[in-house]
């Protein structure tokens, strides 16, 4: 309980000066991107930035590590799409706070650590497909809408602007960190290509031609909805989705975070932080959302590894809001444009091309199937949960095959079968076809001290054979199996019948 109540590591060092600016990196980085995404729901565009606002505030400080970011995020609003359009935005907003609460439980129930279950190979695929998302949305900037909607690409000069002034913000993030590492590259990119284009009085697209973002602070108000059994019928199966997509990308990238900072935060605490900030978004017309990897990018090369830095981001977005928006609607895309392929390059995994050819077919396949799931259907909880399951099972055929047995006739005259290797659901066909009813003696022993019972199946593999052997007159005693293996034996009592023998206990002598 001590870690959801200290809020703060007060012995952690902080930088001040590189925190705050890599809040306000990330508050330029993040305001595009949640406009993009709530234009898209067809909702508001300060609904977006609301939901921008509060999660980065509420994870921030409740969150269950330093360096993440949470904001409005397109992997929970898109999932979200239907309801809205169906049903009206009132909707929405009682299915994210449901879904925050959903996420809630999940993190007071301490089932957060599943994320460990994980394999690597998911991550590289998750993270590849990732960056190709990103770099892929930043090609959207270079298109443009007429009267009736329909956009099209730019062509001629405007198109060689954009694309110029995205190279310069590319040359100064890559060059920056040569020279200097005291201020963050992205946000002198920033600087430099939003003075040139004031300065010279250039013509390019801005993030005022987005949407505009002036706005109030967020009000307090109940989803407008029927508090009816109907109304949980119809928002209950999208609040689940949405809290599941939100805890598996927020907990991804605390994984990631965790490797590149090699720290360990906790998912449960997350788990708790997202599910409180999504129950705030339903209550003040936030949008919902989870964590950002690309602002999580953006934070940690800019040397953030404190909260301070997500709380700045998030307390600039709100003074945008209310203060800043006619500054900040100037901003050229391009110099966003230009951050986002950056980090679209630094979250691909480049190791994992290297090493693929010393990793196995099986992982490399996970791999690139995860990857192509994020890529095409943009449902980042479906691609990491569809690995998870494909690793499972290549997992689990491999040990199938790794049952063996080695077989002998004792001093007694028993036939002696030693198993090697799990007995579970995979392996329990190749485990009866070891052995030999019809020539065995009349006393058999099978001996598991190089094995395990792992499940259900395996337990009734164990009734098949011994059935088999009475049947046939003969007798059959199970030794050396695992106080774990003897308990799963005892609870299916009455379903199963085997004998066991007396194997010895042996204890450790204390030292005296």
């Known amino acids: 309980m001590k870690a959801y109540v200290q809020l703060f590591d007060l012995k952690q060092k902080v930088n001040y000066k590189t925190e705050i600016l890599a809040g306000l990196t990330v508050a330029m980085t993040m305001i595009p991107e949640s406009l993009s995404f709530a234009i898209l729901a067809g909702l508001s565009p300060l609904t977006g930035l609301y939901a921008a606002f509060l999660m980065g505030l509420v994870t921030a400080i409740l969150g269950g590590r330093p360096g993440m970011v949470s904001g409005g995020a397109g992997a929970t609003i898109v999932v979200l799409i239907a309801l809205s359009k169906a049903h009206g935005v009132e909707y929405l907003f009682a299915?994210?706070?449901?879904?925050?609460?959903?996420?809630?439980?999940?993190?007071?129930?301490?089932?957060?650590?599943?994320?460990?279950?994980?394999?690597?190979?998911?991550?590289?695929?998750?993270?590849?497909?990732?960056?190709?998302?990103?770099?892929?949305?930043?090609?959207?900037?270079?298109?443009v809408a007429d009267g009736s909607g329909i956009t099209t690409w730019l062509s001629?000069?405007?198109?060689?602007?954009?694309?110029?002034?995205?190279?310069?913000?590319?040359?100064?993030?890559?060059?920056?960190?040569?020279?200097?590492?005291?201020?963050p590259a992205s946000l002198v990119a920033i600087l430099v290509v939003f003075g040139l284009v004031l300065g010279f009085g250039i013509e390019t697209?801005?993030?005022g031609d987005i949407a505009s973002i002036e706005g109030g602070f967020p009000a307090f108000h109940i989803p407008m909805v029927p508090f009816t059994l109907e109304?949980?019928?119809?928002?209950?199966?999208?609040?689940?989705?949405?809290?599941?997509?939100?805890?598996?990308e927020s907990l991804l990238t605390l994984s990631m975070v965790d490797e590149i900072t090699r720290t360990r935060g906790s998912a449960n605490r997350e788990a708790v932080a997202q599910g409180t900030a999504n129950v705030v978004n339903g209550f003040f017309g936030g949008m919902g959302g989870c964590a950002m990897v690309a602002q999580t990018l953006v934070n940690l090369n800019a040397g953030s590894r404190a909260r301070l830095a997500a709380i700045i981001g998030a307390v600039t977005i709100l003074l945008i809001i209310l203060v800043g928006a006619p500054v900040i609607?100037?901003?050229?895309?391009?110099?966003?444009?230009?951050?986002?392929?950056?980090?679209?390059i630094g979250t691909f995994e480049w190791v994992s091309l290297r090493i693929i050819n010393k990793m196995p077919k099986s992982d490399i396949f996970v791999g690139v199937l995860v990857a192509v799931i994020t890529i095409v259907l943009h449902n980042l909880a479906l691609a990491v949960l569809v690995g998870v399951i494909v690793a499972a099972l290549v997992f689990a055929w491999d040990n199938a095959k790794r049952i063996r047995a080695r077989k002998h006739i004792d001093a007694t005259g028993a036939k002696v079968y030693?198993?090697?290797?799990?007995?579970?659901?995979?392996?329990?066909t190749a485990f009866l076809e070891k052995f030999d009813v019809e020539n065995d003696p009349d006393d058999v022993v099978i001996d598991f001290r190089e094995s395990r019972v792992a499940d259900m199946s395996a337990i009734d593999a164990l009734n098949k054979i011994?059935?088999?052997y009475s049947a046939a007159g003969k007798h059959v005693v199970l030794k050396h199996l695992s106080d774990d293996c003897r308990s799963k034996l005892k609870k299916a009592e009455g379903i199963i019948v085997v004998t066991l023998a007396e194997d010895p206990t042996y204890k450790v002598v204390a030292d005296r």
Do not use: H
């Open 95 to 143: 299915a994210v706070a449901l879904a925050g609460l959903l996420q809630f439980l999940v993190g007071v129930f301490r089932l957060g650590k599943f994320v460990r279950l994980i394999p690597q190979p998911v991550m590289y695929g998750f993270l590849n497909g990732l960056a190709v998302i990103i770099f892929m949305a930043q090609l959207e900037q270079f298109k």
């Open 156 to 183: 001629g000069t405007p198109l060689y602007i954009m694309g110029g002034l995205t190279l310069l913000t590319i040359a100064i993030v890559l060059v920056v960190p040569r020279l200097t590492k005291a201020i």
């Open 205 to 207: 697209k801005t993030v």
């Open 231 to 248: 109304t949980l019928q119809i928002i209950f199966p999208f609040a689940l989705v949405m809290a599941g997509v939100g805890l598996v």
């Open 329 to 344: 609607e100037r901003i050229p895309m391009a110099a966003l444009v230009g951050v986002m392929v950056m980090v679209a």
């Open 418 to 428: 030693e198993i090697y290797g799990p007995l579970f659901f995979g392996s329990v």
């Open 466 to 468: 011994t059935a088999r």
